[in-house]
């Protein structure tokens, strides 16, 4: 399989809809997404997305990049740096790393350029 040295962008606008139908779908009902007050509360302030959800978005990069069972053979290593909030433009995308095969830097970036998910991904052996 040829490698791609970068990786297909998927991208999503975060509303408060997109939340409520994620939280639905996962059964994630935390109040951190959904209730104003309450989320106000907290040291994020207002309400902010899943972190799944922006994961999501990243394997969606990934599934535009390669072969599903491709996807199959990946091992994902990431962190989330800053929360997503409603209003986010999110992007994800990666690149692969020097000239090592089968290993990309990856992210989840907001509108104003700043990481919000950060990461690498690698190809297994089968």
């Not at 990243?58 to 599903?68: D, E, K, R």
Request: overall charge negative; hydrophobic content about 45%.
């Amino acid at each position: 399989m040829q490698f791609p040295t970068t990786l297909h962008t998927a991208s999503i606008t975060v509303t408060q809809a997109t939340i409520a139908a994620y939280a639905e779908l996962t059964d994630d009902f935390n109040p951190i997404h959904l209730d104003a007050e309450f989320a106000a509360g907290t040291p994020m302030g207002r309400p902010i997305a899943h972190g799944t959800m922006s994961l999501c978005l990243l394997w969606q990069c990934l599934g535009n990049s390669f072969p599903a069972q491709a996807l199959q053979t990946m091992q994902l290593d990431i962190r989330f740096v800053k929360p997503v909030y409603i209003g986010d433009e999110l992007t994800a995308g990666g690149e692969a790393v020097g000239d090592a095969s089968g290993r990309w830097s990856v992210w989840v970036r907001g509108q104003d350029g700043t990481d919000r998910i950060v990461g690498l991904v690698s190809m297994l052996p089968r």
